[in-house]
């Protein structure tokens, strides 16, 4: 029975850092071979993506508690509940979108071609 654990536990180790592979995101971009210059572009513009996150999870629990307040009032109101929905994702998308024109606008094509191998690392969710 012991062996039979161990040898689970095992397993269970050596599959953990392929799993944290899959999920790791690669928000260091060193495999794109960036000049010294774009290299502190990218900096300044991962540094204010990450800024945006830290705002957007914050809005995001605050739409979060909303629609859970609205759930336990008497009335269930779907316009609202839908508005919400769509402001969250408005400020997402937006968030995503100004992510990637300052990346696309620093990046050549060959840096481009590697980067979407991780584009949806990127994602604002």
């Known amino acids: 029975m012991k062996f039979i654990i161990v040898l689970l536990l095992f397993f269970a180790a050596i599959h953990a850092d392929d799993d944290y592979e ?13 000049s010294k210059e774009q290299s502190i572009e990218i900096k300044k513009i991962v ?18 508690n909303k629609k859970e307040n609205m759930f336990l009032k008497e009335f269930f109101y779907t316009d609202e509940f839908d508005r919400l929905s769509k ?24 840096q481009r071609t590697k980067f979407i191998k991780h584009f949806d690392d990127w994602k604002v969710e």
Do not use: G, M, P, Q
């Open 22 to 34: 899959r999920r790791h995101i690669n928000k260091e971009l060193s495999h794109l071979d960036l």
């Open 47 to 64: 540094y204010d993506f990450r800024l945006k996150l830290r705002e957007f999870e914050i809005f995001k629990k605050e739409i979060e």
């Open 87 to 110: 402001e969250l994702d408005t400020k997402a998308r937006e968030i995503e979108k100004n992510f990637l024109l300052k990346i696309h606008a620093v990046l050549n094509l060959k």
